[in-house]
């Protein structure tokens, strides 16, 4: 049994979506950790990554202040270039399209803080525009990656119709 290309983008149309999904829970699951497993496993992280720099290094010593700021950043990047992908792979590019994904990390980085409200965490405004700071800078970086993918194999395969039809001719 073959699996055709409609199928194998379909399948792993409902992959990627399921994994922006876990995304998301993930980010919402942690916001509703209470304090102090939040600051255990915040701990956890910023032991490990503090193990691998220089000791007395200016970066130990951000890793130390900001891994929560860290860790929001990136895991809204994680989201931004999941949604990129998505967005390349398997939407009509129109500007409402873009305008939704633009928007995306507004309304979970709201959520997110506003799940924190209820946990005994405080909430934060300055999260809100950490999580949306990752997430676009990550967003662009991967679009223009996969943009840059796209010019590339466009030109390989014109390249080599051109041969082709020469070859023909």
């Avoid at 915040?42 to 890793?63: C, H, N, R």
């Avoid at 860290?70 to 873009?98: C, D, N, Q, S, W």
């Avoid at 409200?117 to 967003?139: C, K, Q």
């Amino acid at each position: 049994m073959t699996i055709t290309k409609p199928t194998l983008m379909k399948i792993l149309q409902c992959l990627l979506l399921a994994v922006i999904i876990g995304t998301v829970l993930f980010i919402f699951v942690n916001s509703m950790l209470p304090p102090e497993k939040s600051s255990e496993q915040s701990d956890t992280v910023k032991d490990i990554i503090v193990e691998i720099l220089p000791d007395d290094s200016k970066a130990e010593s951000f890793v130390e202040e900001y891994i929560r700021k860290i860790a929001h950043f990136t895991e809204y990047g994680l989201l931004g270039v999941e949604l990129a992908l998505y967005l390349m792979l398997f939407t009509k590019r129109r500007p409402k399209t873009l305008a939704l994904f633009a928007l995306t990390p507004f309304f979970v980085g709201f959520t997110d803080e506003t799940i924190q409200r209820f946990s005994e965490r405080g909430p934060s405004i300055d999260d809100v525009w950490i999580d949306v700071g990752g997430f676009i800078l990550f967003y662009l970086i991967a679009l223009a990656a996969l943009f840059a993918i796209f010019l590339t194999v466009s030109r390989v395969k014109n390249k080599n119709n051109s041969e082709k039809d020469r070859k023909e001719a």
